[in-house]
């Protein structure tokens, strides 16, 4: 043994041929951390110091290669100041081209995903290797940063410029086909023929038959583009990506910046001018938030599988209630791999769920996404039905009639009389609570909620409903069910609007409140999409549909009366009792045509704003930053209640919940990190300043008790 760590080995193969192992103990990944990083340099140092060695060969003892650096050290490394981040970055930089610079061949055998710093190491290689189902890229842009570790500097050099900004400015995982097209690999073999493939490589590399010195020397000169190609390159590409990638998101752009920077250096040079763009980077509040989210994913990902060990397994589905929601629910649970029965008392109601289902997997098969025979199994994983006749062998039942309670407790009831004892039902609700629904259930214990977000296929998030009866089985079954079916699933606790309409209908309230004053809604929802939300609060309500806010609204002034219920009409009630219903008639807030390619369009509608002026209760003027401020303090205070009311348990579920749900802007992280950014203090002295609004605004006891004690939500 010539090296032995805790993540590295280094031993001696055949004929002065080395191994170097990556197989961090302890851990089911490899990973660049701290320990990783040094026991390289001293790998390394050792293969350097010993002159019998002639080439050297790298490997994985785990499934994956290496999935990237070690994101939990972020946080703290991000904290140094610029100087100590810069040093530090060159310092694992030179470990990386100490490697480049072995004076024999190397051979990277990747046999799973290489990412980020993962792909990185491999790029310091001469020669790579990929297994057929392995996968590499560089996704830092994700994160709000760019690579660190030499990449934007060696992938330019080795795969061309225009391929090196298409992988690093989209941050995409790349197949092995894709990678050996452009260079990024030099061959491809099937997973159990990797390591001899990589020994032969190193093998004809140290004969002479191959050239290792000549592939290497790009990656330490200065890219071949002369200044006028280079121009082109780099200037097209800043302009599309920054159209892409728009205001909130700058890592894409800084990254092809960085690579022009460095362009006309050699490789040591080039690393620097990487290192310091990437400091820069690690400094913004983005960085911060996206990094934030990533470490709250992965929280969420554990707690979900905290649940597997209770949960039983789902073989057979069924959801009560075709239809659009009905034929999304049984699409993403059949093209999952789990079959379901779709129940519905009318055969035109089967139709439309069946129509929903084979459009979605249609469109599937259409991007080559799916092949029709998989298409054609998830179809037939579908059993439309309309009797109870099978349902003694359903394992779960997810009830999707229309939002009424009366409607719903039967439906329920009458599904309870013909499943299994053990059989979990779950109710498919936005508002309606679930232990009113409880009531009139003999197993309240197999009941939960089950709310899915729409369209189903494209939202990630589940909300998993705890009644006060719902047993810890239920809870798990369900979650397990929703991982299985592809979606985020987070645990709440009952109450009106449960987490995510809870804290959305404030936020229509303060929008309610700006139209109140004369706002126009079209600036409204400009300053909004400005501020990072997908769409603004009139065209999202167009969306929703004005009856469905219009219900909720309802559910949600019954269930918290001291602020959510309103005097008077508002813009919903006008829109409503107009027949205006959003996209769904063609007529709300807009009017909506068909665009060429059969989607709707949003126009102007003068009708829109004559009815608005009904509701007019005084003019005021507002400045966009008061109509941010209207907008989202009684969003954050709503979130800030259900974290403290233990509707969610955490920090990162409350955030994550709203940016899976309803699309909160990610490069702001979620409400209470975006409090934090504001600092808690200063969020509530804004909040103040708009106290005479009424309760929505009103900063919670707790929540003042945190301002006084400087606490933050996060770290």
Same mark, same amino acid.
């Given at each position: 043994?010539?090296?032995?760590?805790?993540a590295?080995?280094?031993?001696?193969? /055949?004929?002065g041929?080395?191994?170097?192992?990556?197989?961090?103990?302890?851990?089911?990944?490899?990973?660049?951390?701290?320990?990783?990083l040094n026991?390289l340099?001293?790998?390394?140092?050792?293969?350097?110091?010993?002159?019998?060695?002639k080439?050297?060969?790298?490997?994985?003892?785990?499934?994956?290669?290496?999935?990237?650096a070690?994101?939990?050290?972020?946080?703290?490394?991000?904290?140094?100041?610029?100087e100590?981040?810069?040093?530090?970055?060159?310092?694992a930089?030179?470990?990386?081209?100490?490697?480049?610079?072995?004076?024999?061949?190397?051979?990277v055998?990747?046999?799973? @995903?290489?990412?980020?710093?993962?792909?990185?190491?491999?790029?310091?290689?001469?020669?790579?290797? @990929?297994?057929?189902?392995?996968?590499?890229?560089l996704?830092e842009?994700?994160?709000?940063?760019?690579?660190?570790?030499?990449?934007?500097?060696?992938?330019?050099?080795?795969i061309?410029?225009?391929?090196?900004?298409?992988?690093?400015?989209?941050?995409?995982?790349?197949?092995?086909?894709?990678?050996?097209?452009?260079?990024?690999?030099?061959?491809?073999?099937?997973?159990? %023929? &990797?390591?001899?493939?990589?020994?032969?490589?190193v093998?004809?590399?140290?004969?002479?038959? &191959?050239?290792?010195k000549?592939?290497?020397?790009p990656?330490?000169?200065?890219?071949?583009?002369?200044?006028?190609?280079?121009?082109m390159?780099?200037?097209?590409?800043?302009?599309?990506?920054?159209?892409?990638?728009?205001?909130?998101?700058?890592?894409?752009?800084e990254?092809?910046?960085?690579?022009?920077?460095a362009?006309?250096?050699g490789?040591?040079?080039?690393?620097?001018?990487?290192?310091?763009?990437?400091?820069?980077?690690?400094k913004?509040?983005?960085?911060e938030?996206? *990094?934030?989210?990533?470490l709250?994913?992965?929280?969420?990902?554990?707690?979900?599988?905290?649940?597997?060990?209770?949960?039983?397994?789902?073989?057979?589905?069924?959801?009560?209630?075709?239809?659009?929601?009905?034929?999304?629910?049984?699409?993403?649970?059949a093209?999952?791999?789990?079959p *379901?029965?779709?129940?519905? @008392?009318?055969?035109?109601?089967?139709?439309?769920?069946?129509?929903?289902?084979?459009?979605?997997?249609?469109?599937?098969?259409?991007?080559?996404?799916?092949?029709?025979e998989?298409?054609?199994e998830?179809?037939?994983a579908?059993?439309?039905t309309?009797?109870?006749?099978?349902?003694?062998?359903?394992?779960?039942?997810?009830?999707?009639?229309? /939002?009424?309670? %009366?409607?719903?407790?039967?439906?329920?009831? /009458?599904?309870?009389?013909?499943? #299994?004892?053990?059989?979990?039902?779950?109710?498919?609700?936005?508002?309606?609570?679930?232990?009113?629904?409880? %009531?009139?259930?003999? #197993?309240?214990?197999?009941?939960?909620?089950?709310?899915?977000?729409?369209?189903?296929?494209?939202?990630?998030?589940?909300?998993?409903?705890?009644?006060?009866?719902?047993?810890?089985?239920?809870?798990?079954t369900?979650v397990?069910?929703?991982?299985?079916?592809?979606?985020?699933?987070?645990?709440?606790?009952?109450?009106?609007?449960?987490?995510?309409? #809870?804290?959305?209908?404030?936020?229509?309230?303060?929008?309610?409140?700006?139209?109140?004053?004369?706002?126009?809604?079209?600036?409204?929802?400009k300053?909004?999409e400005? $501020?990072g939300?997908?769409?603004?609060?009139?065209?999202?309500?167009d969306?929703?549909?004005?009856?469905?806010?219009?219900?909720?609204?309802?559910?949600?002034a019954?269930?918290?009366?001291?602020?959510?219920?309103?005097?008077?009409?508002?813009?919903?009630?006008?829109?409503?009792?107009?027949n205006?219903?959003?996209?769904?008639?063609?007529?709300?807030?807009?009017?909506?045509?068909t665009?060429?390619?059969? %989607?709707?369009?949003?126009?102007?509608?003068?009708?829109a704003?004559?009815?608005?002026?009904?509701?007019?209760v005084?003019?005021?003027?507002?400045?966009?930053?008061?109509?941010?401020? !209207?907008?989202m303090?009684?969003?954050?205070?709503?979130?800030v209640?259900?974290?403290?009311?233990? @509707?969610?348990?955490?920090?990162?579920?409350?955030?994550?919940?709203?940016?899976?749900?309803?699309?909160f802007?990610? $490069?702001?992280?979620?409400?209470?990190?975006?409090?934090?950014?504001i600092?808690?203090? /200063?969020?509530?002295?804004?909040?103040?300043?708009?106290?005479?609004?009424?309760?929505?605004?009103?900063?919670?006891?707790?929540? #003042?008790?945190?301002?006084k004690?400087?606490?933050? !939500?996060?770290?």
């Open positions: 043994m010539i090296y032995e760590g805790k590295i080995t280094v031993k001696a193969l /055949e004929s041929i080395v191994e170097l192992n990556f197989d961090l103990k302890g851990e089911s990944v490899n990973k660049f951390n701290r320990l990783t026991e340099r001293q790998s390394v140092d050792a293969i350097k110091a010993d002159g019998s060695i080439g050297v060969i790298v490997t994985s003892g785990k499934d994956v290669f290496i999935v990237g070690d994101i939990t050290e972020f946080t703290d490394n991000f904290k140094l100041s610029d100590e981040l810069v040093a530090g970055n060159l310092e930089n030179r470990i990386f081209s100490d490697f480049e610079d072995l004076p024999v061949p190397t051979v055998a990747i046999n799973g @995903i290489a990412l980020g710093g993962g792909f990185e190491m491999c790029l310091a290689g001469d020669y790579r290797v @990929i297994s057929e189902s392995a996968k590499i890229g996704p842009v994700k994160l709000g940063i760019y690579p660190g570790f030499g990449g934007t500097v060696r992938l330019p050099r080795v061309g410029v225009d391929n090196a900004i298409e992988w690093i400015a989209s941050g995409k995982e790349n197949r092995a086909a894709d990678a050996l097209k452009v260079g990024a690999v030099d061959a491809v073999v099937k997973a159990d %023929k &990797l390591k001899e493939a990589a020994l032969d490589l093998k004809r590399a140290i004969s002479g038959e &191959l050239d290792y000549a592939k290497r020397q990656k330490l000169e200065k890219i071949k583009l002369n200044a006028i190609e280079q121009m390159a780099f200037e097209t590409a800043k302009g599309f990506v920054a159209g892409q990638a728009g205001p909130n998101y700058p890592a894409p752009v990254a092809i910046k960085s690579i022009q920077k362009a006309n250096f490789r040591d040079k080039a690393l620097e001018v990487e290192a310091n763009g990437f400091v820069k980077l690690a913004t509040s983005v960085a938030s996206l *990094i934030g989210l990533f709250n994913d992965q929280e969420l990902k554990k707690k979900a599988k905290q649940y597997d060990e209770v949960a039983q397994d789902v073989k057979l589905a069924a959801v009560l209630g075709a239809g659009i929601m009905g034929g999304g629910i049984a699409y993403q649970s093209s999952k791999g789990t *379901i029965l779709m129940k519905d @008392i009318r055969e035109e109601g089967i139709q439309m769920g069946l129509n929903e289902a084979a459009k979605l997997l249609g469109k599937r098969v259409e991007k080559g996404r799916m092949k029709p998989k298409m054609a998830a179809l037939n579908i059993r439309p309309m009797s109870y006749g099978d349902f003694g062998n359903v394992d779960i039942v997810v009830e999707a009639v229309v /939002e009424n309670p %009366k409607v719903k407790q039967i439906v329920l009831a /009458e599904v309870e009389d013909v499943v #299994r004892e053990d059989t979990i039902l779950a109710s498919n609700t936005s508002t309606i609570s679930i232990n009113l629904l409880a %009531k009139a259930l003999k #197993r309240p214990e197999n009941f939960v909620g089950m709310h899915f977000f729409n369209p189903v296929h494209m939202m990630p998030l589940v909300e998993v409903i705890r009644g006060e009866k719902s047993s810890d089985a239920a809870v798990a369900t397990a069910y929703a991982k299985k079916m592809g979606k985020n699933p987070i645990v709440v606790n009952d109450c009106p609007g449960f987490l995510v309409n #809870r804290v959305l209908f404030p936020y229509f309230g303060g929008f309610s409140k700006l139209l109140g004053f004369g706002v126009d809604f079209v600036r409204i929802d300053v909004m400005k $501020f939300w997908p769409m603004g609060p009139a065209y999202l309500s969306v929703v549909g004005i009856d469905t806010g219009h219900h909720g609204r309802d559910v949600m019954e269930g918290f009366p001291d602020r959510m219920a309103v005097e008077g009409k508002t813009a919903v009630d006008v829109m409503y009792e107009a205006r219903l959003g996209q769904k008639n063609g007529k709300g807030f807009y009017a909506y045509e665009d060429k390619r059969g %989607k709707p369009k949003k126009v102007s509608d003068p009708q704003y004559e009815l608005l002026k009904s509701i007019v005084e003019q005021r003027e507002v400045t966009d930053e008061d109509i941010i401020n !209207f907008m303090i009684p969003l954050c205070l709503e979130t209640r259900c974290l403290e009311d233990g @509707i969610v348990e955490t920090a990162a579920e409350a955030d994550m919940g709203l940016i899976y749900g309803i699309g802007p990610p $490069f702001r992280g979620g409400a209470l990190r975006y409090i934090d950014s600092g808690v203090a /200063e969020f509530v002295a804004l909040a103040d300043k708009y106290a005479d609004l009424g309760a929505l605004y009103h900063p919670t006891a707790k929540l #003042r008790e945190m301002a004690n400087g606490q933050k !939500f996060f770290g």
